[in-house]
């Protein structure tokens, strides 16, 4: 008896120091860390994984042969703001209220000129719980640095322990929280800087990694050495520009300073690594699919870019790696959009969905552990309700673009245009015409009323604010 009261007063007395001996262990191995590389304005073929033979990517594209990139992902919307709300929500723009980058609407200087009235945005809802906040409540620990771009509230309020935001400028810029930083200092390299700091201050628990880069968005602006390097460099095709390939690589390098950190820690077996973009590239093209002239990129053979609903302004490169996860060089043509990310961190991470809080997208890692898996076909679906800028030419208002809807349905895709009602729609089958040239609306109408009644339905669903008529609306106004 009196040994065992011996052995018990040892036990309990090494219980504190086995607690503290262990503290430095990972808190639940089971939970992958997640990093979250989010590029802005980078297209579908703004790689070389992905066609380009002019932009430099050593570091991305050794992320594609390790891991399984996808040929048909886009983004969630067009443009920067509604797609990076739809990201961190998982949910469609036209039901949680960011339809559009900003409505200060500085493009619209003659009222009288459009035939409808914008919805406004809706404030992004503290209620909405968003990625980080699930993550972090599933016992997270999570980190964003870089360009936030949703409005009200920055990341900390949106569920981020760790953040600093800036955008607008790669030389001289400003953060939030504020930091002093030297002119000649580029953000890409800060944000990585921070990065890897929160990486390496939370290597022995979970963590979710958000890296929403501001490359390549304008300012162009690139460090001068590698504008040189390119200047030296043959152009190739409509990839011709030497500072936005310096932009490119600066984004490569900083993805590479990312995976090495990762690699030297010995987190790459228990991370996973995904890299996408906000939307596609700045760029427009012809009627008959040629690049416009003053295009500084290219999405070819995709037609036009951002800010309009062709596949060059929602198409988007999507690479996920997972060293001894994923099957190295996989290529994988299930569509993906940039909702889906949302419920795929949360079924590998083994978190529930948010009560009450509904999900557009579907989990994607049947397609990540099983590249011979197909998704169900499902309707892809876009809410741009917005106005480009408006003129009058030989008295007729000319648009540079109009509220613009797509569903996309097995190799289908259906775009609609509207004022306050339908204007025209357009129909392409993106297997065999992939630079949308040639509309079939005309020659399959049983298809496009198809494809519309489900749009519509989608529309009713979430909740879709649409334009109503203007009673300004006059072309002939002087």
């Given amino acids: 008896m009196r040994n065992y009261k011996i052995f018990i007063a040892v036990v309990l007395f090494l219980l504190p120091f086995a607690s503290s001996c262990s503290s430095g262990q990972k808190k639940d191995s089971s939970k992958p860390n997640i990093v979250l590389i989010f590029s802005d304005d980078l297209g579908w073929t703004g790689l070389g994984s992905f066609g380009s033979k002019y932009y430099e990517t050593p570091n991305i594209d050794k992320l594609a042969e390790g891991g399984m990139k996808f040929t048909q992902g886009y983004a969630a919307a067009t443009v920067c703001a509604p797609s990076r709300a739809a990201l961190m929500s998982g949910q469609y723009n036209s039901r949680n209220g960011t339809l559009r980058v900003s409505d200060v609407v500085k493009?619209?200087?003659?009222?009288?000129?459009?035939?409808?009235?914008?919805?406004e945005n809706l404030p992004f809802s503290e209620d909405i719980v968003t990625m980080a906040e699930a993550l972090k409540q599933g016992g997270y620990e999570t980190g964003m640095f870089g360009k936030w771009h949703i409005k009200p509230g920055m990341p900390g309020v949106h569920g981020f322990d760790h953040w600093i935001e800036s955008s607008g400028k790669h030389f001289g810029f400003h953060t939030s929280p504020e930091y002093d930083?030297?002119?000649?200092?580029?953000?890409?390299?800060f944000m990585a800087d921070h990065a890897i700091e929160f990486i390496?201050?939370?290597?022995?628990?979970?963590?979710?990694?958000?890296?929403?880069?501001?490359?390549?968005?304008k300012p162009h602006e690139a460090k001068q050495r590698l504008i040189s390097k390119?200047?030296?460099?043959?152009?190739?095709?409509?990839?011709?520009?030497?500072?936005?390939?310096?932009?490119?690589e600066s984004l490569d390098f900083t993805v590479g300073r990312i995976y090495h950190t990762l690699d030297s820690l010995g987190l790459l077996d228990n991370t996973l690594i995904v890299f996408t973009s906000d939307n596609g590239a700045m760029a427009r093209t012809n009627p008959d699919g040629t690049l416009k002239k003053n295009s500084y990129t290219s999405n070819l053979p995709l037609r036009d870019g951002k800010g309009l609903m062709y596949e060059g302004g929602l198409r988007v490169p999507y690479i996920?790696?997972?060293?001894?996860?994923?099957?190295?060089?996989?290529?994988?043509?299930?569509p993906i959009t940039g909702i889906d990310l949302y419920p795929t961190f949360l079924d590998?991470?083994?978190?529930?969905?948010?009560?009450?809080?509904?999900?557009?997208?579907?989990?994607?890692?049947?397609?990540?552990?099983?590249?011979?898996?197909?998704?169900?076909?499902r309707p892809l679906f876009w809410h741009y309700p917005n106005y480009g800028p408006a003129s009058v030419r030989n008295g007729k208002v000319h648009y540079a673009y109009i509220p613009t809807d797509v569903l996309r349905l097995g190799d289908y895709k259906l775009i609609e245009f509207y004022h306050d009602k339908v204007d025209h729609v357009e129909l392409y089958n993106l297997k065999n015409d992939i630079g949308e040239l040639h509309d079939l609306s005309k020659e399959m109408p049983e298809k496009?009323?198809?494809?519309?009644?489900?749009?519509?339905?989608?529309?009713?669903?979430?909740?879709?604010?649409?334009?109503?008529?203007?009673?300004e609306y006059n072309p002939e106004h002087k």
Wanted: glycine share 6%; proline share 12%; hydrophobic share 35%.
């Fill in 200 to 217: 390496e201050n939370n290597k022995d628990k979970p963590f979710f990694l958000y890296l929403p880069d501001f490359l390549v968005h």
């Fill in 230 to 248: 390119y200047e030296k460099k043959q152009p190739v095709g409509g990839h011709h520009d030497p500072t936005y390939a310096a932009m490119t």
């Fill in 348 to 377: 590998i991470a083994g978190i529930p969905k948010p009560d009450g809080q509904i999900l557009d997208g579907v989990s994607m890692a049947k397609c990540l552990f099983n590249p011979s898996y197909k998704m169900p076909d």
């Fill in 107 to 119: 493009r619209i200087k003659k009222p009288w000129l459009y035939k409808a009235i914008q919805p």
């Fill in 181 to 189: 930083v030297p002119d000649s200092v580029y953000l890409s390299d």
């Fill in 320 to 334: 996920f790696y997972w060293k001894g996860k994923i099957k190295p060089g996989t290529v994988n043509d299930n």
């Fill in 448 to 471: 496009v009323k198809e494809m519309q009644e489900i749009l519509h339905r989608l529309q009713k669903e979430s909740n879709a604010r649409m334009p109503v008529p203007n009673p």
